[in-house]
């Protein structure tokens, strides 16, 4: 049996699967967690990369490997190919006035739309980059080469250190603010503009099913991917399939056969990694939601699943404006939570509960008629991520998505989809690999999603 590896080093941890490359099947798996923080040294997820491959029994079988990862962080490196600071993930808002300020020096945002696909916010790689221009100099100016987190694990597997071999995907470049997913070319005026005149060097973009080059064990490392193209490329998500995860992040995305252009810059023009595009809505607020309103509760989830479902639609009247890490669409990064409509007879930790998964799932419907909105046809939701585990999102989530939702069997989407690229890499086709799936269903409750709606667009309109 031929045997191909994907890893998912996201947000909270590194997981890996090995597979059979023929078909998919899972035959060994591991994870390892990463540091909390929106701040994290590379070799944090090296060490956690290196932990979860032994705990899955190490690749002396293993005949290809690919790297998908949490996008956009900056990961800047001098000549000699050391970090030069720690990287700031996707989720470090200090960026958002350096990404106020590249958005007016542009032109504004439509100029960014029309330019790249995407229109910078604290999460956009060329906003940290700006961020760090200006407040560590000393820092920007040691930085020789940028790249995201999947592109330094892929270099490092192959055990180099010489940036020039650095590489990259087009589905992670595309989320740089500096590569457009249309064009399929970096546009260096604007990595200027970002790094105020440096120009650091960049990964070469490699196709979907290309070679990043081999380890020293000669294992085939594949190009790699952004985490979300990964899922979707797991998933084997069609035109008309809208992925909706719920990772740290809460994000929607669907596959296109063209290039997004929203100059309201919420819906982002990525790319796939199938050389198609990826009109992709991101939330700050995922899965993390879940776990601050059990805790608060002082239940486990399984207790928190419980408490949800036994109330009943509306939450007696709550709702929950889940911005607890500030807001990246809509764009609020110093946004709060909100939770309204207590009396007292309505608080009760089961209806706080219910609001919480209610108001996680509402923000994702928002970012669905986002996507919606630039004339993609969504015909069914397919929900994964580690909070599409919890009992009371697979309950809640259909009546919210309007009566029915598909999840895929339980698995590791994301690093799934890596191991697709890998077999992809190692035989120059990309399998097809069984993904089994079960609809859910429940009574539909746009009033729900109506509330929310009006309550989160005066929350917004109020925010900071
Ligand atoms: N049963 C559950 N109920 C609610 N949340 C869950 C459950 N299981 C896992 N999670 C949450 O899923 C998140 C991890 O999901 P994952 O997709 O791995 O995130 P990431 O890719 O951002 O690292 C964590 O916030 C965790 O608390
Ligand atoms: O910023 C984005 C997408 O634009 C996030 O989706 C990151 O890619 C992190 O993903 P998770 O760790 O939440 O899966």
């Not at 309505?346 to 004339?375: D, F, H, M, W």
């Amino acid at each position: 049996m031929t045997l191909v590896a994907g890893i998912d080093s996201s947000t909270q941890s590194c997981k890996v699967v090995i597979c059979d490359a023929d078909t998919g099947a899972v035959i060994r798996s591991a994870s390892a967690p990463h540091p909390p923080g929106t701040e994290v040294h590379p070799d944090r997820w090296w060490d956690a990369l290196g932990t979860a491959v032994t705990a899955a029994g190490g690749f002396d079988d293993v005949s290809a490997v690919s790297v998908a990862g949490q996008q956009h962080g900056m990961v800047c490196l001098d000549d000699s190919g050391r970090v030069a600071r720690d990287a700031l993930l996707w989720n470090d808002v200090r960026s958002a006035l350096s990404a106020a300020d590249l958005v007016d020096e542009l032109g504004g945002p439509g100029a960014w739309a029309e330019a790249v696909g995407v229109v910078p916010v604290a999460a956009i790689t060329a906003a940290k980059l700006r961020w760090l221009a200006d407040n560590e100099p000393g820092n920007a100016d040691a930085t020789a080469a940028v790249c995201l987190p999947h592109d330094w694990l892929t270099w490092r597997l192959r055990g180099s250190t010489d940036i020039a071999e650095l590489t990259t995907d087009r589905s992670d470049a595309s989320g740089t603010g500096y590569f457009g997913a249309a064009s399929g070319e970096y546009h260096d005026d604007l990595l200027e503009l970002a790094f105020r005149g440096r120009r650091p060097g960049l990964p070469v973009v490699l196709g979907p099913g290309d070679r990043a080059g081999t380890t020293s064990t000669d294992v085939v490392v594949g190009a790699g991917a952004g985490d979300n193209a990964a899922a979707a490329l797991g998933l084997h998500a069609r035109r008309g399939d809208a992925v909706v995860s719920l990772g740290t992040s809460g994000v929607v995305c669907a596959v296109s056969d063209t290039a997004p252009c929203d100059a309201a810059g919420l819906v982002a023009g990525f790319a796939d990694a199938t050389g198609r595009h990826l009109p992709l809505v991101c939330t700050l607020n995922g899965a993390p939601v879940l776990a601050s309103t059990a805790k608060m509760l002082g239940v486990d989830f399984d207790e928190f699943a419980r408490l949800a479902i036994s109330a009943d639609p509306g939450a007696g009247g709550l709702t929950m404006v889940p911005w607890f890490a500030g807001e990246r669409s809509p764009n609020l990064p110093d946004a709060t939570g909100t939770l309204t409509g207590i009396t007292a007879g309505n608080l009760s930790p089961a209806t706080i509960a219910r609001a919480a998964v209610e108001g996680l799932i509402a923000s994702l419907v928002y970012c669905r008629e986002k996507i919606e909105e630039q004339g993609e046809r969504v015909e069914r939701v397919l929900l994964t991520g580690g909070g599409a585990k919890s009992a009371a999102v697979r309950a809640i989530a259909p009546a919210l998505f309007g009566g029915e939702v598909e999840i895929p069997a339980d698995g590791e989407h994301v690093a799934l989809g890596a191991a697709r690229q890998a077999a992809w890499a190692l035989t120059g086709e990309l399998p097809e690999w069984d993904v089994p799936r079960e609809t859910l269903t429940a009574t539909a409750t746009p009033e729900v999603y109506e509330r929310y709606r009006e309550i989160a667009d005066a929350v917004a309109a109020s925010a900071p």
